[in-house]
C-alpha cells in the first residue's frame, strides 16, 4: 500500500497540478483528507507543487487553440489564484488575435461569404473561447453582437 505522500508524487510526476487540483485528486481516497493540508504545505515546499508552474503548463497547453475567455474558465476550474490567473491572461491576450487566426485557418479555407456561413464561423471561434474583438477582426466587421 502506497502512502499518501508517494500517491502525491506519482501524480506530480505525470503532470503539474494546482494545489486546489492536487487537492481533488488526492481526496478521492477518503483516508486521504486526514494530513491533506500539511501534505500540500510540505509538497510546496519541496518545490514539487506550484499553482504558478500548474497555470503555465496549463497555458502553453491551450493557449494555442483556444481565446482568453475560455483559458480563465480553464483558470477557475483548475482553482489557479486570481493574481497568477490575471498576469498570465494579460500575456495570452496579446497573443489571441494570432492564435484565433491559426484556429480559424485550420478550419476554414476563406471568409464567408453568406449570413449562415458567418455564423457557423463565428459560433466555431467562440466556442473556443475567442472574445467578440477578436471574431470580428478576424472575420471583418461586426459581430452581431453590441458591446464587448
Same mark, same amino acid.
Given at each position: 500500500?502506497?502512502t499518501l505522500y508517494?500517491?502525491? +508524487? *506519482?501524480?506530480?510526476?505525470?503532470?503539474?497540478?494546482?494545489?486546489?487540483?492536487? @487537492?481533488?485528486? /488526492?481526496?478521492?481516497? #477518503?483516508? !486521504?483528507?486526514?494530513?491533506?493540508?500539511?501534505?500540500?504545505?510540505?509538497?510546496?515546499?519541496?518545490?514539487?507543487?506550484?499553482?504558478?508552474?500548474?497555470?503555465?503548463?496549463?497555458?502553453?497547453?491551450?493557449?494555442?487553440?483556444?481565446?482568453?475567455?475560455? +483559458? *480563465?474558465?480553464?483558470?477557475?476550474?483548475?482553482?489557479?489564484?486570481?493574481?497568477? @490567473?490575471?498576469? /498570465?491572461?494579460?500575456? #495570452?491576450? !496579446?497573443?489571441?488575435?494570432?492564435?484565433?487566426?491559426?484556429?480559424?485557418?485550420?478550419?476554414?479555407?476563406?471568409?464567408?461569404?453568406?449570413?449562415?456561413?458567418?455564423?457557423?464561423?463565428?459560433?466555431?471561434?467562440?466556442?473556443?473561447?475567442?472574445?467578440?474583438?477578436?471574431?470580428?477582426?478576424i472575420l471583418g466587421?461586426?459581430?452581431?453582437?453590441?458591446?464587448?
Amino acid at each position: 500500500m502506497t502512502t499518501l505522500y508517494e500517491r502525491a +508524487l *506519482r501524480l506530480l510526476a505525470r503532470r503539474e497540478y494546482t494545489r486546489y487540483g492536487l @487537492a481533488l485528486r /488526492l481526496k478521492q481516497d #477518503a483516508a !486521504a483528507c486526514v494530513g491533506l493540508e500539511a501534505l500540500l504545505d510540505q509538497l510546496e515546499d519541496q518545490g514539487y507543487l506550484s499553482d504558478q508552474r500548474a497555470a503555465e503548463a496549463l497555458l502553453r497547453k491551450h493557449a494555442e487553440r483556444h481565446g482568453v475567455l475560455r +483559458l *480563465r474558465q480553464d483558470f477557475q476550474q483548475q482553482g489557479v489564484p486570481a493574481a497568477i @490567473a490575471t498576469s /498570465l491572461l494579460e500575456v #495570452a491576450y !496579446a497573443r489571441e488575435l494570432q492564435g484565433a487566426r491559426a484556429v480559424w485557418a485550420r478550419k476554414f479555407s476563406q471568409l464567408p461569404l453568406a449570413g449562415e456561413e458567418r455564423v457557423r464561423q463565428m459560433r466555431y471561434l467562440a466556442n473556443r473561447g475567442f472574445s467578440r474583438s477578436t471574431i470580428a477582426a478576424i472575420l471583418g466587421g461586426d459581430t452581431g453582437e453590441d458591446g464587448e
